[in-house]
């Protein structure tokens, strides 16, 4: 009787750990390629230099100051908590929750909303390049522009009507080399994008923010 006692007892043990060498190897298999990136932007002029985290692990060795962006940070999947924060110290900026799929790609801007405050606001990025031509989306994150923003070649063909503000374009393909034009809906005022910023088999975000309520500026992050 004691020998058959013990011989289940054996069999249980090994069951046991059978499950959880199964576990862990289910566990090991689901870990694999679960996460994405996210490129970080300060678009807020007057800003200090800003450190950036994910899940209150800060992501950046220098300071992400106005107008520039950070490369692309690997972050696992899942609801994100994202933080902007000056250089330094310990209270956010702008915080909010992104989304993160498996082997996606996301741009977080630093954004300056209407009333003063500021605010993060993100955008799935595609980054599959096309062959002999430029890939290029248009964001608008300019608060302080009296309307809506336009995207026309310099021969006159439109790309992007009526950007409202937080709201990005659909992404469009170009010719490289491609020069265009920026207007304010109602103002005679035009920013010129030289055409030698967009290359063949790039892909781009452009966004902007304003230099009067009538007139734009902008800024180009190179995602590949």
């Known amino acids: 009787m004691k020998t058959k006692t013990n011989k289940f007892i054996l069999s249980a043990v090994l069951g046991t750990a059978l499950m959880v060498s199964i576990s862990s190897c289910k566990k090991d298999r689901d870990d694999i390629g679960t996460s994405g990136s996210i490129t970080f932007a300060n678009t807020v002029e007057g800003s200090a230099a800003q450190d950036t985290y994910v899940d209150d692990s800060k992501t950046n060795s220098s300071g992400l100051a106005y107008g520039s962006a950070s490369g692309n940070v690997s972050v696992a999947t899942g609801n994100r908590t994202i933080a902007f924060k000056n250089t330094g110290t310990a209270t956010a900026t702008a915080a909010g929750t992104v989304n993160v799929g498996e082997n996606t790609s996301t741009t977080v801007f630093l954004v300056k909303n209407t009333d003063g405050s500021l ?3 993100s955008y799935a990025n595609d980054n599959a390049s096309v062959s002999g031509k430029a890939k290029v989306r248009f964001i608008n994150v300019a608060p302080l522009l009296s309307s809506t923003v336009n995207v026309l070649t310099s021969t006159g063909a439109s790309l ?3 950007l409202s503000f937080k709201v990005s374009s659909a992404y469009q393909t170009i ?5 265009l034009n920026v207007n ?3 103002s005679l005022e035009t920013t010129a994008i030289a055409g030698s910023e967009f290359q063949a088999g790039k892909v781009y975000t452009v966004w902007f923010d304003n230099s009067t309520t009538t007139k734009v500026k902008y800024h180009v992050i190179v995602h590949n």
């Open 175 to 179: 010719d490289a080399n491609t020069a």
């Open 119 to 121: 605010a993060i606001s």
């Open 184 to 186: 304010v809906s109602g």
């Open 160 to 162: 992007v009507s009526a």
